[in-house]
């Protein structure tokens, strides 16, 4: 895993056949950390358009610090844990109101008058629960998934041989997308957001999962 890490960050590999391994090793692998990772890593490119390595600093280092965990002997503990919010009842009962249309006027592309408002509401609910989100400080977020700075020196100490892969500035000219499409995508999805409302206010009524990963030091 780290050996195919390392090849992506130095541009060796595409973004297509870098998730092809990795989940390839996903499967095949009973490791918290290899699962840990991949799940991670997953947010880093793209898997419809197949292009060379593109992140900013922070997801650079983030990686890194990934890497450094899976060099190590460190384990990992996964807690999840579902939390209920009043947004669960709002995203609820929108989705009642389209059962009652459906009952009410049947099925058809009527309801597109109902699904659009619909999905207003589920931008609202979204727009909600980022809001409620901790937001971390920006030493907070230097250190994911470690809580401190001595957590990470213990495992340089002890891995004196690693090496982190250098960053380079020219990565930040190096979009998946031009600008345009980026925009011009985000409207898409925004559209097709509005005109499926229903499965996205039914997703939303579910409890939402929250995930906190616990390292634990090698001996």
């Known amino acids: 895993m780290v050996e195919i890490i390392r090849q992506f ?13 990795i989940f390839n090793i996903f499967d095949k692998s009973d490791d918290p950390v290899v699962i840990y990772t991949v799940n ?11 292009h060379k ?19 190590s002997d460190g384990q990992i503990i996964i807690d999840n844990s579902r939390r209920w919010r009043f947004t669960q ?32 509401l589920s931008f609202v609910i979204t727009w909600i629960r980022d ?4 937001v971390l400080s920006k030493n907070e977020l230097a250190l994911i998934p470690f809580k401190s ?19 380079s ?3 930040k000219n190096n979009p998946i997308r031009s600008p345009f499409f980026e925009k011009f995508l985000n409207c898409y999805w925004r559209v097709v957001w509005l005109m499926l409302s229903p499965l996205a206010l039914l997703y939303q009524s579910f409890p939402s999962k929250n995930e ?7 001996a």
């Not at 906190?212 to 090698?218: E, R, T």
Request: aromatic share 12%; with cysteine.
């Open 9 to 21: 960050l130095n541009e060796e590999m595409m973004a297509f056949e870098f998730d092809d391994i």
């Open 53 to 71: 390595v593109a992140l900013n600093k922070g997801a650079w280092d983030y990686i890194n610090r990934l890497i450094l965990l899976l060099e």
């Open 89 to 120: 009842l709002l995203a609820f009962l929108g989705l009642l109101f389209f059962c009652v249309c459906i009952a009410v006027s049947g099925f058809g592309e009527h309801l597109l008058i109902v699904t659009v408002p619909l999905g207003v």
């Open 212 to 218: 906190v990963a616990h390292i634990i030091m090698p």
């Open 40 to 50: 991670q890593l997953w947010h880093f490119y793209d898997d419809c358009k197949d």
């Open 169 to 171: 500035c020219t990565l």
């Open 131 to 134: 809001k409620s989100e901790p």
């Open 149 to 167: 700075r001595s957590e990470i020196l213990a495992l340089r100490r002890k891995l004196p041989d690693f090496e982190k892969v250098k960053y």
